[in-house]
């Protein structure tokens, strides 16, 4: 097969297969290299879309190709998503019995199965070895193939032993796959595996898709998460990490209590109990896993909504990967964290009580370091975030906390002196209450027991509160002027570095902190605001459930999200309309197409079909009434007289400058967002605007211009 060849039957296979209109990235190049027999290494964040670059090859070579993935929990899964795309694939691993896996070896040996999935261990097996030496094997894939790096917090040791692959099958082309490894790990994976000879596809790790946002934690951490998520996240999937089993199973109590669907998942429950709410998680709509970090690892699950820390992860590169798992489907999604003055302290004191070697150690340090920074960063997140792992971005990214509310600093100097010196004086081996006690002149027995109301920092820290005080030791600490002592009570001491400050010798400019989340410009809990718009979301959604409860399979893998959002945005009417959306390829159209024709059929487009209830919104605003007029009269929503009045709009019976008055300068600046939006969508539109501009007016704008054309 010539390279152009190679290439225009990869993209058929795309587009038939799994429905979509083009490859994404590097994929066509990764694709074509390996189809012609090469070796290579793929590092692309995740969500990149890894998974087609060995699929297509797979389809493409003769033979069977081999997935190698240590997630023996997610096999079915993987498998099940390919047989819904019509490809004959399998899993061999320990959960099988042994009649099944004669039977999957039996499949082999007839060439019948395209992919088959195994476990490391599996693998290894002489029996495995033997049988696969009798194939005819077009490929390996070595899928989280960082997990071969012992410094890796994923170290597998059977995945050392996956360098016998390139001795026992020396023809056979190998792609190793990861979204997590900087470059020590890149040079192991290359090493370990002996892929010398491979390319090296890296992609950036950006992931544009996911909001990153810190907030401080005001000792009510879970009424602000509850809040964050009544608010941005009702009725979504998602994550929320905690430290500890205890708060995970606190956490998703108090969360169930308040009405929503969240599960614990930590080490410490059976593993019947783990494997259901894991199962749970992938199959309903809207659940809530409340995790240690024994959660997560390929969790496969395209549309988790939002991540949420409750506590701070223990470096970038653990919080880049948790993060990570929110939005895989390239859909909006928020990355939201906690962290407080006792996540400062508890890291730091667990590095200073490790017992690990100098150099171990000075890693670690560093790693938290960095942590703490980023939490403390006053400028663009991911511009710092991707800095870290080599990658760069020129300009800040205008998703994140940071850049919707740049926070302001303030000249700490004084404070930070007053401080600094308030722990000189009490000896270095008091904790934060007890030092904010002294610096506000509190009265108790403690404090003049130590004879501390008659030095000379008691009292004289009236300018700031004790939350503001607290704050302020937080940043202390995080910056690395104070450490926390080596026995654990929390006391605080000087270190090197605070010298400087205590001299004078250094400013010290901190962050403010930012009052409460409302102030961050928040996502609309509700996906659509226009209730046809929404009525047809909730129909297809639950045509969707219908046809995974009877499959058997996970909801997401009949249609994502994303490809609903297409049909409730293009509304085809026909099978041949319903399959240009991207997701569906022949094996879904074929399975499911009818059935969400029907429910598209049943709804149709509210812009060609006046209901009632538009025609009523109409007859009063001829006789001048105006939008909230109408909407008390009615006793409506305002969003929903604006639909009325968009499609009025739409259809000449409305002029706009009636309906939206906005200056000259803003309409046409509106205008041209709109047009230039190639996706044709509003949300894009309304976040490019800042949010300045609200959906109704947008869409009344989008109505008009529709006329115009
Ligand atoms: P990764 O393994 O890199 O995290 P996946 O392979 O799971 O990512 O792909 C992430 C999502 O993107 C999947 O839902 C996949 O179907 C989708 N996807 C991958 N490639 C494309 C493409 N070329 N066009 C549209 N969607 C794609
Ligand atoms: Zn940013």
Known sequence: MTLIESNKSAESILQTVFGYDAFRGQQAEIINHVVNGHDALVLMPTGGGKSLC?????????????????LIALMQDQVDALRQHGVHAAYLNSSLSTEQVYEVESALRQGTIELLYVAPERLMLPRTLELFQQLSISLFAIDEAHCVSQWGHDFRPEYIQLSILHQRFPGVPRIALTATADEPTQKEIIERLALHQARQFISGFDRPNIRYRIRENNGNAREQLLRFIRNEHDGDAGI????????????????????????????????????????????????????????????????????????????????????????????????WMLYGLQDVITLRQMQASSEAAEEYKRIERHKLDSMLG???????????????????????????DTCLQPPETWDATVSAQKALSCVYRTGQRFGVSYLVDVLTGKQHERITQFGHDQISTYGIGKELNQTQWRNLYR???????????????????????????????????????????????????????????????????????????????PAYMIFHDATLMAMVENRPSTLEQLGRISGIGERKLEAYGEAFLEVL??????????????????????????????????????????????NAIANGDAELSEVVTLDEQTMKSVRFALEQEESKKIRPVFEALDGEISYEILRCIKADLSRIR
């Open 601 to 646: 059929n049943a709804h149709p487009d509210n812009e060609t079909v006046v209901s009632d209830s538009a025609e009523e919104t109409l007859q009063l605003y001829r006789v001048g009434m105006n939008v909230d007029q109408i909407a008390a009269h009615r006793d409506l929503k305002p969003s929903t007289i604006y639909s009325h009045l968009a």
């Open 54 to 70: 060995y699929q297509i090859p797979a389809l493409l070579r003769n033979g069977v190709a081999i997935v190698i993935s240590p």
């Open 475 to 553: 940043q202390l600490i995080a910056v690395g002027l104070l450490q926390v002592d080596l026995e654990g009570h929390g006391g605080l001491q000087l270190t090197e570095a605070s010298r400087p400050v205590l001299r004078g010798e250094q400013a010290l400019h901190l962050r403010k902190s930012v009052k409460n989340d409302t102030a961050t410009r928040e996502r609309k809990s509700r996906r659509y605001d226009n209730d046809a718009e929404s009525r047809l979301w909730e129909a297809l959604r639950s045509c969707r459930q219908q046809q995974a409860n009877e499959q058997g399979v």
């Open 240 to 335: 929320v990490y905690c430290l500890s089993r205890k708060k995970v199973d606190e956490t998703a109590q108090w969360l169930s209590g308040k009405g929503l669907k969240a599960l614990p998942y930590h080490a410490g429950l059976s593993q019947q109990v783990r494997q259901e709410h894991q199962q749970r998680f992938l199959r309903e709509e809207g659940v809530i896993i409340v995790a240690t970090i024994a959660f997560g690892m390929g969790i496969d699950k395209p549309d988790v909504r939002f991540v949420a820390h409750l506590n701070l992860p223990k470096s970038l590169e653990a919080y880049y990967q948790e993060t990570g798992r929110a939005g895989r489907d390239g859909l909006p999604a928020n990355a």
């Open 374 to 400: 980023f939490c403390e960063l006053t400028s663009c997140r991911r511009q710092s975030l991707l800095r870290y792992f080599g990658d760069r971005l020129n300009e800040p990214c205008g998703n994140c």
